[in-house]
Structure formats: C-alpha cells, structure tokens
C-alpha cells in the first residue's frame, strides 16, 4: 500500500495543535482526519478504515485512555494506537495506559513531531512499500528523464559534501541550466553556474586562487614573470588574467583553460564532511561568467578523481548501509565501451560486472568483497553516480547464513566508530539531519522489520547493531549530552594530534638523516591518527621510496603503493612544492628522468629553499651529462664529488 492511500485518525481538542498534527503527517505523506471530541472520533472509526489513531488523553466529557479502551473493545479499525499528553506525564500513568489500551507509545508532550512521524511509520512498515528521499529514489530507476534528476536535486534542502558528486552528474547530465546554491555550517556561501549541462563557474569567497600556480604548472609562464606583473599598480582592479593579457604575456584563451583547471580545484574543494543547505534555481544562465566549463567528459575524470582522493571508504560504508539488502543490477543503458569501466578500482576488481550482472544482494557483494573494501565501495559508488547500476527492491529471499556474516562485519566496523561515524554525520551538522540519517538507517535495521522465523543470532546481531545506532541518535540528538561528548571527543582527539604531530616531526628527521626506513615506521604511526593529512601522506611516499634499491625484492608493490598514494592527494593539494618533488623522485625510480626533473624544478621554483629537491636537481643533471648516479646506493663521498667536481 502506498503512504497516501493510509488515513490517520487524530483526537485532539486543541483545535491548533491538531492542525499542526494535520500538517505535519500531510507532508509525510499520510492522509489525515482530525476529530475534536470522542464522540466524533467514534463515528469517523465507524465510516472509515484508518491504518494509525492519536489520541490526547486530555478530552472532553470522555479521556483518551477510556477513548482507546473502547475503541479496542468494540474492534473498531483504528490500526496502532498513540497516546499523548501534556498533562499527565507521570511514568506509572503512562504504563498503566499502554497496558488497558493496548496503545504502543506515549508521547509526553511537547514532543517532535518527526518522532511520532517515525513512530507511524515504523508500525505501518509491513503494510507501507519501500520509500527513500528523492535523491535515493533516482538509483532505483532505470535511466531517469533530466526532469527527474533536476526535481530531485531541487526536493533536498540539505546533503552532505561528500554527496556532491553525485549533485554535479546530475545537473550535467540533465543538461541544465541555473545556479546551485550552498550554504555550509560556518554560513560560507558557494555558488556553482550550469550553462547548457556544463559547470561553467564556482564562486566561493573564501576560495584561494590557483590560477598563477596553475599557468606555471602548464609551462605557460615563469614565477618570474608573474611577479613582474602583479608588483605594477593595478588602478582598474584588473584580475591577474587579464593583466597577464594586456602585458602580452598570454594569449586570451589560456584564461579559459586556467580557469578551468580552477573550477575543477574548487569542486574538489567543496568535496568534504560537511552538511551544505542546498538550492537549485532554474533560470537563464547567460549572464554567468564562462570563461572555462567542465562538461561530460572532463567531469568523468574529475568524480574519478574525487572518489579516490576526497571520499573515505568509511563514509562511504555508512552512506551504503540503507541498500544494504536490497539486489543490486546493471542498469538498462549500462555501457561496456564505457571510460568508466578503465575507473582504476573497477579494472581491479575484474569478477564485479559479472555481479552486478547477476542482480547481487547489496550485502552479498560487501562480504565478497571485503578484502577490497577501498576498491568495492569506490567502483560502487562511481557507477551509481553515472546510473550504470539500479537498486532493486528488498528481495523475498532470505539467506540467514550471508546475513549473520554480514551483521557480524558491520558490528565490528560499529565497534571501532564514533556516534557521527555511525549516523554518516559531520561533527557540526544540524539535528533535522541527524534525525534523517538515523530514520533511514532505522528502515534496514529496525527489529520489528525481521522475520518472525529469523534465527536467534540473527535477530541478537540485528538489535545490538540497532541498539548501537539508537544509542548515537539519543545522545546526539540532546543538546547537552551532544556537547559533553563533541567535548570529550576534542579533547581525546587533540591529544592524539599533538603526539602524532610529535611523531610526524621524528619521522622528518630521519628522513633528513638518510634513515628512510626508519623514518617510515614514525610516518605509518601517525597516519593511524592523522587521516587525510596531504602533507604526512607525501612525507610516508617519500620515505618509502627511499627504501627502494637493486635488491629490494618487492619494488613493484612498493611502486604501486606510490602511485595510489599520489593518486589519493586531493586535486587542491596538487600544487605545492613537497608533491612535485615526491611525484619526480617516483618518476626518477620509473626511469623517466625528463619529467623527473621538470617535476623537480618546479617544485624548487615554487620553494627555493627546498635544499632536498635541489640536491636532487643537481644529481639529475649530473647523471644528464653522462654520469650515472645512483642516490639511493652511491657512496656519500662520490655523490658529494660530482655536486662540486671542478670544470675542465
């Protein structure tokens, strides 16, 4: 049965709040009568079917609780029954009227109103069918229409930044035209222009500006000149392009393609474990700005990107949960010829097409998965971005074997989480999207949702993991109990940063002293606490190719561990001086000695200071002129030779 074919029967004499009830459950989508006597509620129970009855235990001429005794005796249809009260609020009265009316909550009011539209939905689970926010609804389609995908986007006043991705898709591929609008919890605006399905804009306030590094990176001017420029007077307030211009340093058109490679910097950017408020506006677009545009092809490449360096597989296991028993397919329009398939975690995972072919339970393909949970979950998450796989609904089917194993994975996975790990929340997020997270993770492991004939263990598991997830949501969702545990967690948190810290600058002398090995023992142990620190991750990438040598025997895992890892510094975090030199210290190993020290060079050109980059430079052109050096196994004293030899 769908949500609006259900009535709910309000009793409440308190003509406003009954109102407010009325439009509350209106929104949720339920249809909606309001009696405000007992004498009327009886008569609307005779004429109608209801499938949920509220009922305030403060009435006229007859009480609540004597309402719902009766209402139950005479067998009237009044589904699940909810007390409420504002005025006895006594834990002995509240029991004994769930006992004599058999009503299955008492509600003290004031109440939340999503509670008892929660409350609602759960007891009406069995008889409902399966729904999700519109966003979610989209994966279960096969090939949304444009309209749908912009309607979706428009129905979700807030989403996570890590969502994003999927938000770009959408409005590219719809080929829309209009301006995102978002609002993160430091009440930091960013606009993003659409033009004809192509991003053409990002403007953010609080955003640096690529775009000098960036025509450096391209060859296309020096430092040196750049600076010339930006030391003139500037009267008109001209941007660094257009001045680039009129001093005949660029041509016109680079400004586009610079520009470009911004906006790609500045998504990436936005990419984060943030709640955003969202808008989209339709509209003509032509005024905006464009000079660059992200369009199809280049998006592609940018959410491969993404997935891999901005969104953690953690985030992403929480974000999965609510499908996690639902099959999951190839959709319709799925394309073998597709670029998405050379997505390096698909290419690496060469048995999941056949799979997805399959129609495979969600949680079936976690557990098969689970030695390349990064991979698995990254390959998931880029095909259901670009609707190249649909979720089905729940299957009838029931492997109680597959779903212990599965409920045993995700309670460890629990165990080692904190309350915002386990709800997928930011720290700083709102409780409306508290209360969202949890409702929908509630509608995969709600006790009352499994089967009667579950087994034990089964059924122990799922209200443990249920119970784990009730516990988060309890204590974020009060005010004060929320404060004491972000305090609690700050300050276990920074002590832990401040050793790491400690650890990290261990590591750095050691490197520096020639012990890599050592160096990257400090390096892993501060990672453990640091996630998602550029700098620390490119100081361990260093430090393990530094233990690279003729005989070390397992160099190409060592190479490969490199090339993910460079493969994982976010884009904005791509033009400094520490990633082009580690990125040319790895492509000195591979051989290539030419972009080795391009790379190089420009990263001492970006930090002069940088004496390890220029100690690399001089060995490179050293070995340019004919001379082999070997860094990693030369004698100190033949290295220190030819750095200073005399010239014949």
């Keep these: 049965m ?11 004499d308190d003509k406003s709040f009954g109102d407010v009830l009325r439009v509350a459950l209106l929104r949720s989508g339920y249809q909606c ?18 499938g949920a009855t509220v009922i305030d235990c403060l009435l006229p001429k007859m009480s609540g609780v004597e309402l719902a005794a009766q209402v139950r005796a005479d067998g009237n249809l009044a589904g699940p029954i909810f007390l409420m009260s504002g005025i006895f609020k006594d834990k002995v009265f509240m029991q004994d009227s769930l006992r004599k009316t058999g009503a299955v909550h008492f509600f003290s009011k004031p109440f939340n109103l999503e509670d008892l539209i929660k409350a609602i939905d759960t007891e009406l689970s069995s008889i409902i069918e399966e729904t999700h926010p519109p966003l979610q609804e989209l994966l279960m389609k096969q090939n949304p229409s444009p309209g749908e995908k912009i309607d ?13 991705p999927k938000i770009f898709e959408f409005l590219v591929s719809s080929s829309s035209n209009g301006v995102l609008e978002l609002i993160d919890e430091e009440e930091q605006k960013t606009k993003v222009g659409f033009w004809h399905g192509k991003i053409v804009n990002v403007e953010a306030s ?13 060859k296309l001017i020096t430092h040196e000149l750049i600076e010339s420029v930006v030391s003139q007077p500037n009267p008109l307030n001209k941007r660094l392009g257009e001045r680039l ?60 990107d993404c997935i891999t360096s901005k969104i953690s597989t953690e985030w992403l296991k929480t974000h999965y949960l609510v499908w996690d028993e639902n099959p999951v397919c190839l959709a319709a329009n799925f394309d073998r010829s597709s670029a998405i398939l050379t997505f390096g975690p698909i290419t690496r995972l060469p048995n999941l097409i056949g799979d997805l072919e399959l129609g495979t339970e969600f949680n079936k393909l976690a557990l098969r998965y689970s030695k390349s949970p ?56 709102k409780s409306t999207d508290i209360r969202k997270s949890y409702y929908e993770l509630s509608k995969t492991f709600h006790p009352d949702r499994m089967s009667p004939d579950s087994p034990e263990e089964l059924v122990r598991l799922n209200k443990q993991i249920f119970s784990r997830m ?17 305090k609690e967690l700050e300050i276990g948190q920074a002590e832990k940063i401040l050793e790491a810290e400690g650890t990290t600058e261990e590591g750095k002398a050691l490197l520096k002293a020639g012990q890599g090995a050592k160096a990257l023992e400090k390096f892993l142990e501060a990672s453990a606490v640091q996630t998602g620190n550029s700098e620390l991750a490119l100081y361990t990438l260093w430090a393990r190719l530094t233990t ?62 940088f004496i390890e980059a220029k100690r690399e430079l001089n060995l490179l052109e050293i070995g340019q002129k004919g001379k082999k050096v070997d860094i990693l196994n030369s004698d100190l004293k033949e290295v220190v030779g030819l750095l200073f030899r005399r010239k014949k």
């Design 2 to 12: 769908k949500k609006n074919e259900i009535k709910v029967l309000i009793v409440e």
């Design 33 to 50: 009568v309001v009696s405000q006597t007992p004498q009327d509620a009886l008569q609307q129970l005779k004429n109608n079917l209801f």
């Design 152 to 164: 979706a986007v428009k129905k979700t006043p807030s989403i996570s930044g890590n969502e994003l």
């Design 206 to 218: 609080d955003r640096p500006s690529f775009f000098g590094a960036l025509l450096v990176e391209r």
């Design 245 to 304: 211009v009129d001093a005949n340093m660029i041509s016109p058109h680079v400004i586009g393609i610079i520009n470009t490679d911004q906006i790609g910097i500045r998504m990436s950017q936005m990419i984060r474990n943030v709640t955003y408020s969202m808008s989209f506006k339709d509209g003509n677009s032509d005024s905006i700005e464009r000079e660059g545009f992200f369009d199809g092809p280049n998006l592609l490449s940018f959410l491969m």
């Design 374 to 429: 990064s991979d698995f979950y990254a390959a998931i998450h880029l095909l259901a971005i670009n609707q190249m796989i649909v979720f089905r609904s729940v299957a009838k089917s029931f492997d109680s074997t597959g779903q212990i194993k599965r409920l045993q994975q995700i309670q460890k996975e629990f165990s080692q989480k904190d309350d915002f790990e386990i709800l997928g929340v930011p720290r700083k997020t």
């Design 470 to 486: 009730t516990s988060a949501y309890n204590r974020l969702m009060d005010d004060d109990s929320r404060a004491a545990y972000l």
């Design 548 to 609: 690279v040598n003729t005989t070390t025997p397992n160099v190409a895992t060592i190479h490969n561990l490199v090339s993910e890892g460079l493969s994982r510094i976010p884009p904005e975090d791509r033009h400094y001086a520490l990633y082009y030199f580690v990125k040319g210290l790895f492509q000195k190993q591979l051989g290539d000695l030419e972009s080795a020290r391009d790379n190089i060079l420009h990263a001492v050109s970006i930090k002069p200071e």
